[in-house]
């Protein structure tokens, strides 16, 4: 997984970008970004005001959401702020260029450190129970064909015996989430004051998917997991395991309501009054429904995690 993601002519350093296959809610509506230029604003407000206030964009793709939270930023704010695009793959041509773009997290971040689908793209073990009810490695080759390797064992047994609970019986599948867990606790460790978000598909301990999540995904369409650099390998995040103390999970659909993105109609006397704004206002109503369905966007996890303020979204 990570050799086929980012090693030399992996997924993720292919030239048109993880948009070329598949579609986040950054690319699903601006008001996903103005919500997070929101949230930013809020984190400002909670940290007094700074003369320079950071915003890391974690796992940029091609800069989307960075770009889209500087344009909706107020004036005086976006001149404060300090944006930084962290990603492995190239700086984009003609990307703005109060963006700094780096290949790993900045350090002493004061601001916002926000990981749109990053966790889900941290590559994880595989296991597999065996007639016995023995967790076993799944090992696979470059061409995706399975076989069941050693025993779990160690720090990764210790992580599926707390993290994903149950019977190991023959055929149940499991991703070891510890590797998650690290990474998402190795960028909470360079935001001095401010707050970290991570935003992923999700589950929790007590509703884990028996056969696991793991995945593909190749020009929009989902597709077997091969492991040859051709496709997105992907696997939902145990977003419980990697709270860290004063960390809470809550929905997508719970955390956009509450940075003020709402599906609602317009009002139909809009229409006669005003049927071009009628008609930006339903736009807009579509988009918001979409990014906070139920089913859909709207359930992927938001794990909101406080470093010396309180949590600016109201937990």
């Known amino acids: 997984m990570e050799a086929a993601l980012y090693g030399p002519g992996g997924f993720y350093r292919r030239a048109e970008g993880p948009a070329g296959h598949f579609r986040t809610s ?19 407000e909670a940290l007094g005001r700074p003369a320079s206030l950071d915003f890391v964009d974690m796992a940029a793709g091609r800069g989307e959401l960075v770009t889209g939270v500087l344009a909706a930023l107020p004036a005086d704010l976006a001149a404060r702020t300090r944006a930084y695009a962290v990603e492995i793959a190239d700086r984009p041509a003609g990307l703005d260029h109060r963006i700094e773009w780096l290949a790993e997290c900045p350090k002493g971040v004061t ?20 007639p016995s009810g023995v967790w076993r490695l799944v090992l696979v080759r470059q061409d995706g064909t399975e076989r069941l390797g050693e025993p779990v064992s160690g720090a990764a047994a210790e992580w599926l015996a707390r993290w994903w609970p149950g019977p190991a019986e023959e055929g149940l599948r499991a991703e ?5 867990d690290t990474a998402w606790a190795s960028v909470v460790a360079r935001v001095e004051r401010g707050l970290a978000v991570a935003v992923d598909y999700a589950h929790t301990a007590d509703a884990r998917p028996p056969f696991g999540t793991l995945t ?3 020009e929009g369409r989902e597709t077997a997991p ?4 051709s496709c997105d390998i992907t696997a939902h995040v145990a977003l419980d395991a990697c709270a860290l103390p004063g960390g809470r999970t809550l929905t997508q659909r719970d955390a956009l309501h509450a940075l003020g ?10 229409a006669t009054t005003d049927p071009a704004a009628y008609v930006r206002a339903l736009a807009s109503a579509g988009e918001a429904a979409e990014l906070t369905a139920p089913g859909g966007l709207g359930d992927f996890g938001w794990l909101v995690q406080p470093v010396g303020i309180l949590d600016p979204l109201g937990g």
């Open 216 to 218: 593909g995904f190749r």
């Open 26 to 44: 950054v690319h699903a509506s601006p008001l996903f970004t103005e919500a997070v230029a929101r949230l930013l604003g809020r984190v400002d």
């Open 261 to 270: 993105v709402a599906g609602a109609r317009p009002p139909l006397a809009l």
């Open 176 to 180: 070891i989430g510890l590797p998650r």
């Open 226 to 229: 091969v492991p040859d650099g």
């Open 111 to 130: 601001g916002l450190l926000f990981a749109n689908e990053w966790l889900d793209n941290v590559p994880v073990e595989v296991a597999e129970a065996d």
